[in-house]
């Protein structure tokens, strides 16, 4: 079933409950906003908001229209802007960012709710069994590119919002500012500048990152490790020329055999990380079974995992080291001929607590090290970004627990999470004094950044209750007296 094949033509809530107590009004307005809610997500997912060089930035700029208008909408913010800032990387402005800020009343907290509008690119198109972009609901699940990652956050803090106003009304004390970014997906690059740039504005005592995952469909999770990441290309050379395989092959080097010799010194014989210098970090993990873990990656029967320790120490606590991209000849292009340079695009995933610059140079000295007869080795691109440890001890962290646990109807689970979000280190750095939440709508089979990414109806709706909760809550709850913004 196709979702929404126009604009959504659903009666927008506004009457207010107040004859029930305010977290039973909430939780009935949770209910009501959410075929708007999968609506508007719909019309989101049909804009293709790809932010990587290459595509059109018209798309990226139209989504973030989208989105200004669906917050435009909500009625209850001092300010509403799409504004940009400054990307090094590139040499020009980022990708739109969505900015609105409302000011706290009588002493009550203000919160920032971050999530991100830009999408993954589609990969072989021939692999998905639904359009990407025509947003498709099959068993439970609405399929389309950004429909989990991260679509679907933003329409849990409008639907939140919507929720709140719906049973409070407009003139609640809780201060909300909100950052819907542009372009994380393409590495977040004007991120740290837009920080500078609207510090004020952002300032906050709790930030829900809604960009992360549940530990199933039915039970929720709080993020509380992240790990860090180091992403560089490697460049081998060994000959100044390509050369005919059958004249020099048996004695010369050339760069595709160097290639996969060097980089096969990072594993152990397990598959574990053989670099000196990449720390491990010893924690505890819930239990998860292999089967599990076949069910949720699509792991065959045949294939072994890799790795020592418990299978989630390995993909939360320990580093990983994984070749995502090579510049060689194709198959369908292959000749006779010794290549004379290769490039490959190497990922590392940081342990958490571990600097992930350290970590960087960690694995590129040992490649020039290993390097075989004499191979040049020169790496370019890289991009390095530190993990994240959550303190747990705070208000707003017991605050989410309760929410999560109400709005799900099962105990909240703390999971760490093997993939990075580099710039909650920018935001760490920024507002050091506030409490940051990683939550998400993701469950493990929603297959972000691959084909047929999709999001469990059913998660979302609960995800949306449990924020709804916590900004209840939060509205409730006078600020601290000794916090700091």
Same mark, same amino acid.
């Given at each position: 079933?196709?979702?929404?094949?126009g604009?959504?033509?659903?009666? !927008?809530?506004?009457? =207010?409950?107040s004859? /029930?107590?305010?977290?039973?009004?909430?939780?009935?307005?949770a209910?009501?906003?959410?075929?708007? #809610?999968?609506?508007?997500?719909?019309?989101?997912v049909?804009?293709?908001?790809?932010a990587?060089?290459g595509?059109?930035?018209?798309?990226?700029?139209?989504?973030?229209?989208?989105?200004? #208008?669906?917050v435009?909408?909500?009625?209850?913010?001092?300010s *509403?802007?799409?504004r940009?800032?400054?990307?090094?990387?590139?040499?020009?402005? +980022?990708m739109?960012?969505?900015? &609105?800020?409302?000011?706290?009343?009588?002493?009550?907290?203000?919160i920032?709710?971050?999530?991100h509008h830009d999408?993954?690119?589609v990969?072989?198109?021939?692999?998905?069994?639904?359009?990407?972009?025509?947003?498709?609901?099959?068993?439970g699940?609405?399929?389309?590119?950004?429909?989990?990652?991260?679509?679907? +956050?933003? =329409?849990?803090?409008?639907?939140?919002?919507?929720?709140?106003?719906?049973?409070? +009304?407009t003139?609640?004390?809780?201060?909300?500012?909100?950052?819907?970014?542009?372009?994380?997906?393409?590495?977040?690059?004007?991120?740290?500048?837009?920080? %500078?740039?609207?510090t004020?504005?952002?300032r906050?005592?709790?930030?829900?990152?809604?960009?992360s995952?549940?530990?199933?469909?039915?039970?929720?999770a709080?993020?509380?490790s992240?790990?860090?990441?180091?992403?560089?290309?490697?460049?081998?050379?060994?000959?100044?020329?390509?050369?005919?395989?059958?004249?020099?092959?048996?004695?010369?080097?050339?760069?595709m =055999?160097?290639? *996969?010799t060097? /980089?096969?010194?990072?594993?152990?014989e397990?598959?574990?990380? #053989?670099?000196?210098?990449?720390?491990?970090?010893?924690?505890?993990?819930?239990?998860?079974?292999?089967?599990?873990?076949?069910?949720?990656?699509?792991l065959?029967?045949?294939?072994?995992?890799?790795?020592?320790?418990?299978?989630?120490?390995?993909?939360?606590? !320990?580093?990983s080291?994984t070749v995502?991209?090579?510049? &060689?000849?194709s198959?369908?292009?292959?000749?006779?001929?010794?290549?004379?340079?290769?490039s490959?695009?190497?990922?590392?995933?940081?342990?958490?607590?571990?600097?992930?610059q350290?970590?960087?140079?960690? *694995?590129t000295?040992h /490649?020039r090290?290993?390097a075989?007869?004499?191979?040049?080795?020169?790496?370019?691109?890289?991009e390095?970004?530190n993990g994240?440890?959550?303190?747990?001890?705070?208000?707003?962290? &017991?605050?989410?627990?309760?929410?999560?646990?109400?709005?799900?109807?099962v105990?909240?689970?703390?999971?760490?999470?093997?993939?990075?979000?580099?710039?909650?280190?920018?935001?760490?750095?920024?507002?050091?004094?506030?409490?940051?939440l *990683?939550?998400?709508?993701?469950?493990p089979?929603?297959?972000?950044?691959?084909?047929?990414?999709?999001?469990?109806?059913?998660?979302?709706?609960?995800? /949306?209750?449990?924020?709804?909760?916590?900004?209840e809550?939060?509205?409730?709850?006078?600020?601290?007296?000794?916090? %700091?913004?």
């Amino acid at each position: 079933m196709v979702l929404g094949s126009g604009k959504a033509c659903v009666t !927008k809530i506004t009457r =207010m409950s107040s004859s /029930l107590p305010r977290t039973d009004a909430v939780r009935e307005s949770a209910a009501l906003v959410i075929p708007e #809610a999968l609506a508007d997500l719909g019309q989101l997912v049909r804009i293709p908001s790809i932010a990587f060089p290459g595509f059109e930035r018209g798309d990226v700029a139209r989504s973030a229209e989208e989105v200004r #208008a669906l917050v435009d909408d909500l009625g209850i913010f001092d300010s *509403v802007d799409i504004r940009h800032s400054y990307n090094a990387s590139t040499g020009q402005d +980022g990708m739109p960012a969505i900015l &609105a800020t409302r000011a706290a009343r009588n002493g009550r907290p203000t919160i920032l709710l971050y999530a991100h509008h830009d999408v993954q690119p589609v990969g072989n198109e021939e692999l998905w069994e639904s359009p990407p972009f025509e947003p498709t609901v099959r068993d439970g699940r609405l399929y389309g590119r950004g429909a989990a990652d991260d679509k679907a +956050g933003i =329409m849990v803090h409008i639907g939140a919002l919507r929720a709140l106003v719906d049973a409070l +009304g407009t003139d609640f004390d809780l201060g909300v500012n909100l950052f819907f970014e542009g372009e994380e997906e393409a590495g977040s690059g004007s991120f740290a500048q837009f920080l %500078t740039d609207n510090t004020d504005a952002l300032r906050a005592d709790v930030i829900v990152v809604a960009d992360s995952g549940n530990w199933d469909a039915d039970t929720p999770a709080l993020t509380v490790s992240l790990r860090g990441n180091a992403r560089f290309t490697m460049h081998v050379k060994t000959l100044d020329h390509a050369s005919h395989s059958g004249m020099f092959g048996g004695a010369v080097p050339d760069a595709m =055999m160097a290639t *996969v010799t060097l /980089l096969a010194t990072l594993w152990n014989e397990d598959g574990s990380v #053989a670099v000196k210098g990449l720390a491990e970090r010893d924690a505890p993990t819930p239990d998860y079974t292999e089967e599990t873990l076949r069910d949720e990656a699509g792991l065959p029967a045949g294939v072994s995992p890799i790795g020592g320790g418990t299978i989630l120490s390995r993909i939360w606590n !320990k580093p990983s080291v994984t070749v995502t991209g090579i510049d &060689a000849p194709s198959v369908k292009n292959a000749s006779n001929t010794l290549s004379p340079e290769i490039s490959v695009v190497i990922s590392t995933r940081v342990a958490p607590g571990q600097d992930a610059q350290e970590a960087y140079e960690a *694995v590129t000295a040992h /490649l020039r090290s290993h390097a075989p007869w004499g191979a040049e080795i020169s790496f370019s691109d890289a991009e390095v970004g530190n993990g994240f440890l959550v303190d747990t001890s705070g208000p707003a962290v &017991a605050a989410a627990r309760d929410a999560l646990t109400s709005g799900y109807g099962v105990d909240v689970v703390d999971v760490g999470v093997g993939g990075s979000i580099p710039f909650i280190a920018d935001l760490v750095r920024v507002f050091p004094g506030a409490e940051i939440l *990683v939550t998400g709508v993701e469950d493990p089979h929603a297959r972000a950044h691959s084909p047929n990414e999709s999001l469990h109806l059913d998660t979302f709706r609960r995800a /949306l209750l449990s924020e709804a909760l916590l900004l209840e809550k939060l509205d409730a709850a006078p600020r601290e007296p000794d916090a %700091t913004l």
